[in-house]
């Protein structure tokens, strides 16, 4: 459903979303169309790559396939963090916490992504926020494992 729900933002926005055989990768974005690599099996990973290309809509400035430019790391980065939010975000890690989800595969499957796609976001959030944050009355911890605490 979130796939379905990422489509119908990505056509609002004006953009077309096809499903084509791509060989080096998984998603791609050039100008208002985005395509998404055929033989990904799941709708879930499909959530998920779309969401990271439509962080390149919104964030992306120019060509920035060259990885090995500085400006253009951060350009990915920011648009990885883009879709790390929309799909995830510190409040959908506090609501699987609070749906009693206690393990990384249960989140995941709670949030609608991979795994995968989970690790890298809470890799990305040490990076943004350090060992942890706080949200209302909330504490996230990214090291050692992810895990959430209420303040009382």
């Known amino acids: 459903m979130i796939y379905e729900a990422l489509l119908d933002e990505a056509h609002q926005e004006g953009l077309t979303v096809k499903e084509?055989?791509?060989?080096?990768?998984n998603g791609r974005i050039k100008g208002k169309r985005i395509a998404i690599r055929k033989d990904i099996e799941t709708t879930t990973e499909k959530a998920c790559v779309l969401?990271?290309?439509?962080?390149?809509?919104?964030?992306?400035?120019?060509d920035i396939?060259?990885?090995?430019?500085?400006?253009?790391?951060k350009?990915?980065?920011?648009?990885?963090?883009?879709?790390?939010?929309?799909l995830i975000g510190l409040t959908g890690i506090i609501q699987a916490f609070r749906a009693g989800c206690h393990s990384r595969h249960?989140?995941?499957?709670?949030?609608?992504?991979?795994e995968q796609f989970l690790q890298e976001c809470?890799?990305?959030?040490?990076?943004?926020?350090?060992?942890?944050?706080?949200?209302?009355?909330?504490?996230?911890?990214f090291i050692p494992n992810l895990a959430v605490m209420e303040e009382v």
Request: negative net charge.
């Open 20 to 25: 084509k055989p791509l060989k080096y990768n």
């Open 65 to 73: 396939t060259d990885l090995s430019d500085p400006q253009n790391r």
């Open 51 to 62: 969401a990271e290309e439509l962080g390149h809509y919104h964030t992306t400035v120019g």
């Open 106 to 114: 249960e989140t995941a499957e709670y949030l609608g992504v991979t």
């Open 122 to 141: 809470i890799d990305c959030y040490t990076e943004k926020y350090g060992e942890y944050t706080k949200i209302d009355n909330y504490i996230i911890f």
């Open 75 to 86: 350009q990915e980065r920011q648009a990885r963090l883009w879709g790390y939010n929309k």
